[in-house]
């Protein structure tokens, strides 16, 4: 049985009362839009956990062969115990004694309620520092661009701690993963968990309360599954308003559009490593990867850099409320802007790695972000 509480998080089209299969769907959605992985009852019943959602036509071995690059080593799982199961995210290492994750993933647990996992080590916190702006409205969504949290390791971490980007623009080739489910964009989620990295563009660069969001969507090869190019997108789930009034007008409707419409023209993986294989290895985030990095290589600076942190998704093609939480073709995955937090960031972290110090400093020369409606 999976067990958790309802809130402003989940949106269920369905009546669940009486209904033991449409609930445990409820919650699946509900983890989904957190992209949470599944709270288990017993100890027992944990996994390792990690992938993201891939294209159908590709191989899933390339996939596997760019998690394993060591330019994003230091994206680990997050374990906390809420005190009826174990809820699993993904963060990423920044500092030695410092994992960057996103606050729903932590909300509501003690310092020493959360564990850090990788390589086979686990590594117990000792002290959850949150942003300001999740305190003031602790829920993802378009008007929280807060939704991070810092976790301090009660020892040392070996794995290579990330650089955080100055500054990101639409059009940014994007690599992103984190422990979460795995699958293809027909089908979605529905794989075994397994660790596995993906690329896609950085097509949206939000405003919002707190700080700031990053969208990215996955494409199928087709203008009809590109979900940021609003002229294709059915407009009943950002309209519904559970979230606020007309978010399409928000998300969707923001000119000009930096959408690809197919995987034509875009760098192939090969660009960026050579051992490679010549594609563009698209896919989105999944359920367990909240936390998890969206990475960027700043050419100028030879630097791979973290861009974002996986906060949630939803896909406004589907009218089916489950499909459209299940990472499939046209899923919207939103990333907190890490470019709006680098004063947070330096501020919590008294003696940072001179990795991350030489990416915060930059943040003081980054170029004005976009705003939108």
């Given at each position: 049985?999976?067990?958790?509480?309802?809130?402003?998080?989940?949106?269920?089209?369905?009546?669940?009362?009486?209904?033991?299969?449409?609930?445990?769907?409820?919650?699946?959605?509900?983890?989904?839009?957190?992209?949470?992985?599944?709270?288990?009852?017993?100890?027992?019943?944990?996994?390792?956990?990690?992938?993201?959602?891939?294209?159908?036509?590709?191989?899933?071995?390339?996939?596997?062969?760019?998690?394993?690059?060591?330019?994003?080593?230091?994206?680990?799982?997050?374990?906390?115990?809420?005190?009826?199961?174990?809820?699993?995210?993904?963060?990423?290492?920044?500092?030695?004694?410092?994992?960057?994750?996103?606050?729903?993933?932590?909300?509501?647990?003690?310092?020493?309620?959360?564990?850090?996992?990788?390589?086979?080590?686990?590594?117990?916190?000792?002290?959850?520092?949150?942003?300001?702006?999740?305190?003031?409205?602790?829920?993802?969504?378009?008007t929280q661009g807060g939704d991070l949290v810092l976790v301090r390791l009660g020892q040392s971490s070996?794995?290579?701690?990330?650089?955080?980007?100055?500054?990101?623009?639409?059009?940014?080739?994007?690599?992103?993963?984190?422990?979460?489910?795995?699958?293809?964009?027909?089908?979605?989620?529905?794989?075994?968990?397994?660790?596995?990295?993906?690329?896609?563009?950085?097509?949206?660069?939000?405003?919002?309360?707190?700080?700031?969001?990053?969208?990215?969507?996955?494409?199928?090869?087709?203008?009809?599954?590109?979900?940021?190019?609003?002229?294709?997108?059915?407009?009943?789930?950002?309209?519904?308003?559970?979230?606020?009034?007309?978010?399409?007008?928000?998300?969707?409707?923001?000119?000009?559009?930096?959408?690809?419409?197919?995987?034509?023209?875009?760098?192939?993986?090969?660009?960026?490593?050579?051992?490679?294989?010549?594609?563009?290895?698209?896919?989105?985030?999944?359920?367990?990867?909240?936390?998890?990095?969206?990475?960027?290589?700043?050419?100028?600076?030879?630097?791979?850099?973290?861009?974002?942190?996986?906060?949630?998704?939803?896909?406004?093609?589907?009218?089916?409320?489950?499909?459209?939480?299940?990472?499939?073709?046209?899923?919207?995955?939103?990333?907190?802007?890490?470019?709006?937090?680098?004063?947070?960031?330096?501020?919590?972290?008294?003696?940072?790695?001179?990795?991350?110090?030489?990416?915060?400093?930059?943040?003081?020369?980054?170029?004005?972000?976009?705003?939108?409606?």
């Amino acid at each position: 049985m999976k067990l958790t509480s309802f809130g402003r998080y989940g949106h269920f089209p369905h009546d669940i009362s009486g209904n033991l299969t449409v609930f445990r769907n409820a919650l699946r959605i509900l983890f989904r839009k957190l992209h949470l992985g599944e709270v288990m009852c017993t100890l027992s019943l944990l996994q390792p956990a990690g992938a993201v959602v891939i294209r159908h036509d590709l191989d899933r071995q390339a996939y596997r062969q760019l998690a394993s690059a060591e330019a994003f080593s230091g994206v680990v799982e997050i374990e906390v115990d809420t005190g009826f199961g174990i809820r699993r995210g993904s963060g990423v290492v920044i500092d030695e004694h410092w994992v960057l994750t996103a606050a729903h993933v932590t909300a509501g647990a003690g310092n020493h309620a959360v564990q850090v996992r990788a390589g086979g080590t686990s590594i117990g916190a000792v002290e959850l520092r949150y942003a300001g702006g999740w305190a003031a409205s602790p829920s993802p969504g378009l008007t929280q661009g807060g939704d991070l949290v810092l976790v301090r390791l009660g020892q040392s971490s070996s794995l290579t701690p990330a650089v955080i980007a100055p500054n990101v623009s639409p059009g940014a080739i994007a690599f992103l993963g984190g422990y979460g489910r795995s699958g293809n964009g027909i089908l979605g989620a529905t794989s075994s968990p397994e660790l596995l990295f993906a690329m896609n563009v950085v097509d949206r660069q939000i405003a919002a309360p707190g700080g700031g969001l990053l969208a990215t969507d996955f494409d199928d090869g087709s203008l009809a599954r590109n979900s940021l190019e609003a002229s294709t997108v059915r407009r009943t789930y950002f309209d519904v308003g559970f979230d606020g009034p007309r978010l399409s007008d928000r998300l969707l409707d923001v000119a000009p559009s930096s959408s690809i419409a197919d995987w034509g023209g875009l760098p192939m993986a090969s660009s960026f490593f050579p051992w490679m294989p010549d594609e563009f290895l698209e896919g989105t985030t999944a359920a367990g990867d909240s936390g998890g990095a969206l990475f960027v290589f700043d050419a100028s600076a030879q630097q791979w850099q973290l861009a974002g942190i996986s906060s949630w998704g939803v896909n406004p093609l589907l009218s089916d409320g489950f499909a459209r939480t299940d990472s499939r073709y046209g899923d919207i995955a939103l990333f907190t802007d890490l470019s709006e937090h680098g004063d947070w960031i330096a501020a919590n972290i008294p003696e940072p790695t001179s990795l991350v110090w030489l990416g915060l400093l930059l943040l003081g020369r980054r170029v004005p972000r976009a705003a939108s409606s």
